[in-house]
């Protein structure tokens, strides 16, 4: 027998504005079960407890009560400006609740387009807009610091170049036309992703040595398919030369650049799903390509949300309309 909710009769009794605050408790409640902290505010005290002076650099503000969003206000002693824990974060200015942007970083994480974003969160294409370049803005420079080590495989893949000045109207070429984006893949055992935007066409040494020689550690093995541009990473990093030559009927081949291989489909796949995108954001989807890849790669270490809700509080980094 099919039990009565003995809540039914409340909710029928609200209001819409009612139950627009019920639903915004709910989801808060919800929220801090799963991560421990339901509002912005909760999680910039959890994140940014005493956060620097975003003027001065002064790293001991005093406190100075609250926004009305119940967010920490602090005072700087030595230059008197005032601020909240959220100045100086992409969430600064942010006016909807936080498990409003749990939805859409949940929905990020499977590279969902941006029209879904805003039809199941609940907020216009101009917003769901703003809050992916505000995702942009937080992983700018991520991948800098990333350097792969021990076995490294490299590969590049190419992507259509959806700028309509490059070729509209004309006949569409055969291989590696200069109108493809090239893009430079790398990841070693550790699972650890690379993918920088390397051009148009077929790259250059120069231009995988710009691309790649940071991420590379020296001394590491290159892995790679007998592509003529890789031997002056080979030479500039020192590193061992293990080479397969690309031909998709030889299983060495495939068994030994299969980790790369994937790699590159994944990044295709994913790239696929924003059409228009603008070309000079691709290297920004890249690098949140790459952080979203490394958080689910360490999911059963570091719950997922949180994760992402911590970077986004303690990187200083700040979204800028350009309207």
Not at 13 to 22: F, G, H, N, Y
Not at 138 to 158: F, K, M, N, S
Not at 205 to 231: C, F, P, Q, W, Y
Request: charged share 25%; proline share 5%.
């Amino acid at each position: 027998m099919k039990h009565e909710n003995p809540y039914s009769g409340l909710v029928g009794s609200l209001s819409p504005a009612e139950l627009r605050l019920l639903s915004d408790a709910v989801a808060e409640r919800g929220l801090r079960e799963e991560v421990g902290f339901g509002t912005l505010a909760e999680a910039a005290e959890l994140y940014r407890p005493s956060p620097p002076c975003p003027s001065c650099g002064e790293p001991s503000p005093w406190r100075d009560g609250f926004a009305p969003s119940g967010v920490r206000r602090w005072r700087c002693p030595a230059c008197g400006a005032r601020f909240t824990s959220l100045t100086g974060t992409v969430l600064e200015n942010c006016k909807k609740p936080l498990p409003t942007w749990v939805d859409f970083i949940r929905l990020t994480l499977f590279a969902v387009p941006l029209d879904a974003c805003a039809e199941m969160c609940g907020i216009s294409h101009q917003t769901a807009w703003e809050w992916r370049h505000r995702l942009f803005a937080a992983v700018d420079g991520y991948q800098d610091r990333i350097v792969l080590r021990g076995r490294v495989w490299v590969d590049e893949t190419y992507v259509n170049d959806t700028d309509l000045s490059h070729g509209y109207g004309q006949a569409r070429r055969r291989g590696l036309s200069k109108r493809l984006l090239c893009i430079a893949v790398g990841i070693d055992a550790r699972k650890e992703p690379v993918a920088v935007v390397c051009g148009h066409g077929k790259p250059s040494s120069t231009r995988i040595k710009k691309a790649m020689k940071a991420h590379v550690a020296e001394g590491a093995t290159l892995v790679h398919d007998r592509e003529r541009a890789h031997n002056a990473l080979v030479r500039e990093n020192s590193l061992e030369d293990e080479s397969y030559r690309a031909d998709v009927r030889d299983t060495v081949y495939l068994e030994k650049m299969a980790l790369v291989n994937n790699l590159c489909s994944w990044i295709k796949r994913y790239l696929w799903r924003f059409t228009g995108m603008d070309p000079k954001n691709l290297q920004s989807y890249l690098n949140l390509f790459v952080y979203l890849f490394r958080v689910k790669r360490d999911g059963e270490r570091w719950p997922e949300i949180a994760r992402v809700v911590r970077h986004l509080l303690m990187t200083d980094a700040r979204f800028r309309s350009s309207t």
